[in-house]
């Protein structure tokens, strides 16, 4: 099972590389409109402040099962904020 501090390291990971990915598209594509890559920036930190608040829930009842299903959905939406990235070019 992962515990808390992993899994907020995990999410800050994920998501600061999302962000970062988007930053160097930008870089690479100054020419281009950044509203679509902007949106992405904005998506990946509502998810962020969503999955922490997710995390720090208090009065959960099977901890293990609460962290599994948030790290399944970090995955989901890392997933989908990557495939927005790439669908930028």
């Known amino acids: 099972m992962a515990n808390k501090r992993d899994l907020k390291k995990d999410i ?6 999302i962000i970062e ?8 594509n100054k020419s281009k409109d950044n509203k679509k890559s902007e949106a992405i920036i904005d998506e990946a930190i509502v998810t962020f402040d969503e999955l922490i608040a997710k995390v720090n829930a208090r ?3 099977d901890k293990k099962a609460h962290f599994k299903a948030i790290n399944k959905e970090l995955e989901d939406k ?3 904020l990557v ?6 070019g």
């Open 12 to 17: 800050n990971y994920v998501l600061g590389d």
């Open 21 to 28: 990915a988007v930053y160097v598209w930008e870089y690479a």
């Open 59 to 61: 009065g959960v009842e």
């Open 78 to 80: 890392g997933r989908t």
């Open 83 to 88: 495939e927005k990235i790439n669908k930028l």
